[in-house]
């Protein structure tokens, strides 16, 4: 008798959690992708910087900045010397785009690194030009 009883219960329970799992699934996803992205933006601000500490106007920067996954990331480095023997290399996205049911999805990432290179700049000062 007390079988009969409880025989829409899983189904009830299942109905519960579910949203609840996906929610999670989807969070631990999104956590994932900006993970993932923010590492890409100090790949790129890294890579640039070594590429364009390595001599003057050399075309690897440009290479360098092709290795970075998201065009709006390689659109927003911004690299080139900063006065004496230092490489300047940064990058900074703030972005808002509207998501499911009017949520707002922000993402505000910032980086930047000086890069000096006392081989490079040797070789360059004591090279004629």
Do not use: C, H
């Amino acid at each position: 008798m007390r079988r009969m009883k409880e025989k829409g219960q899983v189904m009830a329970e299942f109905a519960l959690v579910i949203p609840i799992l996906i929610l999670l699934l989807f969070g631990m996803t999104y956590a994932a992708f900006y993970a993932f992205r923010a590492a890409s933006a100090d790949w790129a601000v890294f890579i640039t910087g070594v590429a364009s500490g390595a001599a003057y106007n050399n075309p690897d920067v440009g290479q360098a900045q092709e290795s970075v996954l998201w065009p709006d990331l390689r659109d927003r480095l911004e690299t080139g010397l900063a006065g004496g023997k230092l490489v300047r290399s940064q990058i900074a996205v703030e972005d808002s785009r509207n998501w499911v049911f009017g949520i707002q999805l922000i993402e505000a990432q910032r980086a930047g690194n000086f890069f000096r290179n006392q081989i490079l700049w040797s070789i360059v000062t004591t090279s004629p030009i």
